[in-house]
């Protein structure tokens, strides 16, 4: 990075007018390109795998274990309680616990190796160059920054790791260093956070979990039952005798009954709470510190356009690859939204009214509003006083005279003689009491 030549921003860094950086996008300039210019990292403390396509948090080992969790109990499952059962009843419950279990594994991966939602790092205030003022910022902005969002009272918390305004439900997570869109919590058993970019998966997947293991608690339980009554009417022994050697013949029954009772009140009541929170459209973070205990919730859109819009909506591109440090949104050739309010607020202004062209126009403009009091009547066609008889012109013969020399534009003529006083009482009687 060497300085731009020519550019007031001095020994300060930019990008020179390079083309592939963002600020191109939108048309900036050499001492504007500081406004856009990233900082040498523009996350926290996140593990970037397979040159930006995955990125976790700085504790992804955890995701590990929790694959294991799964993956383990699953084979066992398979082995010894899903061949009892496709062998006495049928294959379905196996295959069905087969797609349970593929899913949660599968989400979560996904989880544990997506952008939560992070925002991309700023630099420094003191390294940004203010267009208004010609000189670098020397005051750090004010610490919150009051708005009004759907009639409801807002603060926007200034972050100074990040250098960032938060959005509205964004905050800063201490573990990774980042600022995460809708942050809903950090994941110790994915290693990751929980935001707006990732919040589905991790729906899938506790969801997927919590189905599999009332699924593996129910049919292990069931295989043990089923084989302490087979037994119960082949020895002709009594319920407890039965079921202790019901026991010793499908021990991995038993081992896997007493594992999934004893986490299903954290997968399932995992699941069933965050069913809550998509029905109130709160997160974790919000519902733990109360942020809409004593007021409205202003995201509330009732529990159908709640799923809707947390589970179904699209959600947008990653900000940036932390493996290129490079921001991918807004795409080239984006227009900025100050150029978009800017060309809407010149279409929505009326036109301009049309100026005069001539002096003509001007004199034979009408009143817009004609009251009675303002009604001028005609004057004679013909009439002469005796004032015009003595030669002293009238009102009327210097207004008639004047429109003909404003029209005809003649060469230049000696000014009128005002009129006499008795000419203008004389007028001022024809008229009523018109003004001229």
């Not at 997506?114 to 000189?135: A, L």
């Not at 920054?145 to 790791?161: E, F, S």
């Not at 699209?314 to 991918?328: C, E, K």
Request: proline share 8%.
């Amino acid at each position: 990075l060497k300085p731009a030549s020519g550019s007031p921003c001095g020994s300060r860094r930019n990008f020179g007018g390079r083309k592939d950086h963002p600020g191109e996008a939108y048309g900036l300039g050499a001492c504007q390109d500081l406004l856009v210019e990233m900082p040498e990292k523009l996350n926290g403390y996140n593990k970037v795998f397979c040159q930006g396509r995955f990125i976790s948090g700085p504790d992804a080992r955890s995701s590990a274990l929790s694959v294991l969790m799964i993956f383990v109990p699953s084979v066992f499952w398979q082995i010894f309680v899903g061949s009892f059962f496709a062998a006495e009843y049928s294959a379905f419950i196996p295959i069905l616990a087969f797609f349970l279990q593929a899913s949660s594994i599968y989400l979560l991966l996904a989880t544990a190796l997506s952008d939560p939602g992070i925002m991309p790092r700023q630099r420094d205030f003191t390294e940004h160059y203010d267009e208004r003022t010609k000189v670098f910022r020397t005051r750090e902005p004010q610490r919150f920054y009051d708005i009004v969002l759907r009639g409801h009272p807002l603060k926007l918390k200034y972050c100074k790791t990040c250098n960032i305004y938060r959005p509205p439900r964004c905050t800063h997570c201490s573990v990774c260093e980042n600022c995460v869109e809708r942050f809903d919590h950090h994941c110790p058993w994915l290693g990751n956070c929980i935001g707006k970019r990732n919040y589905r998966l991790f729906y899938g997947f506790v969801s997927a979990t919590g189905a599999l293991n009332i699924l593996v608690l129910a049919t292990a339980v069931a295989q043990l039952a089923l084989r302490s009554k087979q037994i119960a009417e082949e020895s002709q022994v009594g319920g407890g005798d039965a079921f202790g050697q019901a026991v010793l013949t499908a021990p991995m029954a038993a081992i896997l009954s007493i594992y999934a009772l004893g986490i299903v009140w954290f997968t399932f009541g995992l699941c069933a709470y965050h069913n809550y929170l998509v029905c109130t459209n709160q997160t974790t973070y919000e519902q733990i510190k109360g942020a809409f205990s004593g007021a409205t919730n202003p995201f509330h859109r009732g529990a159908v356009g709640n799923y809707w819009d947390i589970l179904f909506t699209s959600v947008r591109p990653r900000y940036f690859n932390a493996h290129t440090n490079r921001l991918l949104w807004p795409p080239k050739g984006a227009v900025p939204l100050e150029e978009k309010l800017r060309s809407t607020t010149k279409m929505q202004q009326p036109p301009a009214p049309r100026q005069p062209d001539t002096e003509i126009e001007d004199d034979l403009r009408l009143p817009e509003e004609v009251t009675p009091e303002s009604q001028v009547p005609p004057l004679p066609r013909e009439e002469f006083r005796p004032e015009e008889r003595s030669g002293a012109p009238t009102v009327a013969h210097e207004r008639r005279a004047m429109q003909q020399s404003q029209v005809a534009q003649p060469q230049a003529q000696e000014p009128l003689s005002p009129p006499t006083a008795s000419g203008r009482k004389g007028v001022a009687a024809e008229t009523h009491g018109t003004v001229l």
